[in-house]
């Protein structure tokens, strides 16, 4: 740690004593006011459930608004539960209708478009609610959920939902903030503004609003929401599970949210006790709080408790396929792609690159995915041996004078790899110019912000990139779709079109998770080692870290937060701070 940051770290504890001390001498049921604090790694946007898509806002919308489902906080593989509606829904046997029972008695947050009256949700304005994604004037990212979708209120509290065809994630789309309930009367009455103005029925409300600096979220005094959940063996879910079950939420009275952009003020700020927990430590931050794969034991002796959890997320290396150097479908391409995949060294890469806190992917399905099968495993090996007699087998025997293969028929071989241009990337950058080096190929890489790789990824003008997917909801199909070839363009950017791929696609998603559409998922995953449009990479194992005055905290693999759950001891929390003075 630099003089600056360390000064930093001083000043900031001598400013947490005063405030202690100032705490101290506030009546007392101030003082017990449980006031959890967090932050968000970039700014928020508009508070509209309809036009946001960015992680920070989707974070507080799902604090703000109620969709009609939501997921079982201790389940896993994480299953959906019902939020606002009375129970799961009845579906027709032909899986195109969905009928779904609101639960009367939930309410809107006071607001003046309301004129004094306390609204109650109901039926008509789920309806109203899904039937705004598809507006023109929004521009939704979320209108394909809702797309050849029939939505109407049978009564006040019953909905009903018919599909054009059979959709297996439909009732995932249910539980995205996306989905979220509005009120009409809001809506109208801030034409153009309503990401202004959030009037929701979650669990908090909004107390105060500095855009990209801090927000203050207050305990919604309407809220309805009782704990339920499904507990496994583990012994901290039956804990939480004991100490929730039938509980109102949320359980604290407020949360202060500031933006933290920067790694080392996020790290800073969780060990100066501003954060209560902080998930997925920063790569180039770990071995300030980690030593040999454990904590610190400065931060153990403090009750800080780290764990890692498996993010459903995927890195992996496309290359495009109708590229004039890597793509084709031709044997001498294959082999160059294979060898380029068994060149990967994903042992370097897990201990060097993301400091233990990984797998390696043997698939295009992380952990914890409907469909993801723990004994899978990859026949696509670590092997540059082999990789380099294939390369020699399939045309590329020829050299350049400074050691690299030439393409067949001797012409000058170059790969391009595009990267991010930060600190990140041009260790990757390094780790891929080894592996390819090794196996005699030239690269080059061509750095630029990763906003503009993927524009040009859609265009079809990127070589090779190393990306990475995060689950839309924690089943296979939102893994696989990445290489259907339909998508190309658009998620699929490697340009993968093969047609035995495609059908057993479509074949697998009019199936439901179970073993048929599991040995499809396997066939699928033989012809990607085969044909090699990707080199799966790794999954990440997110380091979590909390103070231990924070309860009930448990990682969730699809929500983007835990906050309604979270209990804050305040009295263990102020003698931590005393203890620091």
């Known amino acids: 740690m630099t003089f600056r940051y360390a000064a ?6 001598s400013c947490l004593g005063a405030q202690a001390a100032q705490a101290q001498a506030q009546p007392p049921a101030q003082a017990e006011q449980k006031v959890l604090r967090m932050f968000l790694s970039t700014s928020e946007t508009g508070l509209d459930p309809a036009a946001a898509s960015d992680n920070a806002t989707l974070s507080l919308l799902e604090n703000l608004f109620d969709p009609l489902l939501r997921y079982d906080y201790l389940a896993r593989p994480a299953k959906l539960r019902p939020n606002t509606a009375t129970a799961m829904p009845q579906v027709s046997a032909d899986g195109l209708t969905y009928t779904f029972r609101i639960r009367p008695g939930i309410y809107f947050t006071p607001d003046p478009a309301f004129k004094g009256v306390k609204r109650e949700v109901t039926a008509a304005d789920y309806a109203y609610s899904l039937k705004r994604l598809l507006d023109p004037a929004l ?12 939505v109407e209120a049978v009564d006040r509290y019953t909905l009903r939902i018919r599909l054009a065809a059979p959709d297996n994630n439909f009732l995932f789309y249910l539980a995205t903030p996306a989905t979220g309930v509005v009120a009409r009367e809001v809506i109208e009455a801030y034409p153009g503004q309503a990401g202004n103005h959030p009037v929701g029925t979650g669990p908090f409300m909004i107390g105060e609003w500095k855009r990209s600096d801090r927000i203050v979220l207050l305990a919604n005094p309407y809220s309805t929401a ?27 009275d407020r949360i202060e949210v500031k933006i933290a952009e920067e790694f080392q003020g996020r790290m800073l700020g969780f060990l100066n006790a501003e954060y209560d927990y902080l ?7 770990t071995e300030m709080v980690v030593q040999d794969g ?18 459903l997320q995927t890195y992996y290396m496309w290359m495009n396929m109708n590229d004039p150097v890597v793509g084709g479908y031709g044997k001498d391409r294959v082999a160059l792609r294979r060898a380029i995949s068994m060149s990967y060294n994903s042992a370097e890469d897990i201990a060097l690159l993301k400091k233990g806190f990984a797998i390696k992917a043997e698939s295009p399905l992380p952990p914890n995915v409907l469909g993801y099968d723990p004994d899978y495993r990859s026949p696509v090996p670590y ?25 067949p028929g001797g012409k000058p071989l170059t790969l391009t790899m595009h990267s991010e241009a930060t600190v990140g990337g041009r260790l990757r ?17 061509r750095s630029d912000k990763k906003t503009e790789i993927i524009k040009a990824s859609r265009l079809g003008t990127v070589q090779m990139f190393e990306s990475n997917w995060i689950a839309d909801f924690p089943d296979g199909d939102n893994f696989y779709q990445l290489l259907y070839g339909p998508n190309a363009g658009r998620a699929n950017y490697s340009r993968f079109d093969l047609p035995e791929y495609n059908v057993r696609y479509e074949r697998a998603r009019l199936l439901t998770d179970g073993a048929q559409r599991n040995r499809l998922y396997i066939e699928m995953n033989q012809l990607l080692h085969a044909y090699n449009p990707w080199v799966p990479l790794t999954h990440v194992l997110s380091g979590d870290l909390r103070h231990p005055w924070l309860k009930n905290y448990k990682r969730h693999p699809v929500e983007f937060t835990t906050w309604r759950y979270l209990d804050l001891d305040v009295a263990q929390r102020a003698r931590s701070a005393r203890a620091k003075r």
């Open 294 to 311: 454990e904590l610190k034991p400065e931060l153990a002796a403090r009750g800080i408790v780290l764990s890692r959890f498996p993010v």
């Open 383 to 407: 092997n540059p041996a082999l990789a380099n007699a294939l390369l020699d087998r399939h045309g590329y025997d020829k050299r350049d004078a400074d050691g690299f293969r030439r393409a």
């Open 279 to 285: 998930e997925q430590i920063p790569e180039s931050m």
């Open 8 to 13: 930093a770290l001083v000043f900031t504890l």
């Open 429 to 445: 950058d390094e780790l891929w110019r080894k592996c390819l080096n090794a196996i005699g190929l030239r690269v080059v890489f």
């Open 226 to 252: 009782v704990f339920s959940a499904t507990p496994g063996d583990d012994p901290e879910d039956r804990a939480i599970a004991a100490a929730l079950e039938g509980k109102r939420l949320p359980r604290v």
């Open 139 to 150: 521009r939704s990212p979320w209108s394909y959920m809702v797309e050849g979708k029939q």
